[in-house]
């Protein structure tokens, strides 16, 4: 069973419309989550971490995390046609904290 | 001044021959990282060094064999390749473990024919 669970997508949007990103994680995994953006080609790169269950945002983007049912996601609001990327989940593992733990990336896709 | 850079950033090789990437950080991180990313895109850790010293070895084959001279570089080197390693390997930063921000370099994609 894979401890980081994405879908892969394409996940296809309007220009404005909001972008929804789900993760879901086995329960060996810690209590530190990051969203990271990666563009085709490109090295990822960190838009939020959440550590705590609730909300966090940031500008137009706002990480949820529900502890309880094991799920962490990625809303992007006024979805804009930069935003389109690879979205990937990752988590640190309960038996280490040297090391990262991605899902498989969920393809977002803003369509002008 | 790139944070964390990688070179070569394309190595096209054949089977059987051995290779090097390099990989230095100026963020002044004490852990360094090597992530290998598959053509479904999957990144998964390889190593990981804090210090110098090799905290994870996640089951890598012994063809792969990571050096950290001191806390800024961190290469990899890759004896006797193979078609399966082509991908794209990425090098990653952090301050003090997993749980601050990592800085990915740009990546190596490796081809091996």
């Known amino acids: 069973q894979k401890e980081v669970e994405q879908n892969s997508g394409p996940l296809s949007v309007p220009e404005g419309a909001i972008a929804s990103l789900n993760c879901t994680y086995s329960?060996?995994?810690?209590?530190?989550f990051f969203w990271y953006r990666q563009y085709s080609g490109k090295s990822p790169e960190l838009i939020m971490s959440?550590?705590?269950?609730g909300d966090k945002e940031d500008g137009r983007f706002t990480a949820q995390l529900n502890k309880a049912s094991q799920y962490v996601s990625l809303l992007i609001r006024d979805s804009q046609p930069s935003d389109s990327a690879t979205y990937l989940c990752?988590?640190?593992?309960?038996?280490?904290?040297?090391?990262?733990?991605f899902g498989s990336g969920t393809r977002l896709l803003v369509r002008p | 001044d790139t944070a964390v850079s990688q070179t070569p950033k394309y190595l096209v090789t054949q089977m059987g021959n051995d290779k090097s990437i390099k990989c230095e950080q100026n963020?002044?991180?004490?852990?360094m990282y090597w992530y290998k990313q598959d053509s479904k895109k999957f990144l998964k850790i390889m190593f990981s060094?804090?210090?110098?010293?090799?905290?994870i070895n996640e089951t890598v084959p012994n063809r792969f064999s990571p050096k950290s001279p001191d806390k800024a570089h961190l290469n990899l080197h890759i004896n006797s390749l193979e078609l399966g390693d082509s991908a794209v390997y990425f090098c990653?930063?952090?301050?003090?473990?997993?749980?601050?921000?990592?800085?990915f370099g740009q990546g190596t994609r490796l081809t091996v024919v």
């Open positions: 990752a988590v640190n593992p309960l038996d280490s904290s040297y090391k990262l733990i």
């Open positions: 060094y804090n210090n110098k010293e090799l905290i």
């Open positions: 963020l002044g991180h004490d852990t």
């Open positions: 959440i550590y705590s269950n």
């Open positions: 329960d060996r995994v810690s209590q530190s």
């Open positions: 990653a930063s952090t301050q003090g473990g997993g749980v601050t921000e990592a800085f």
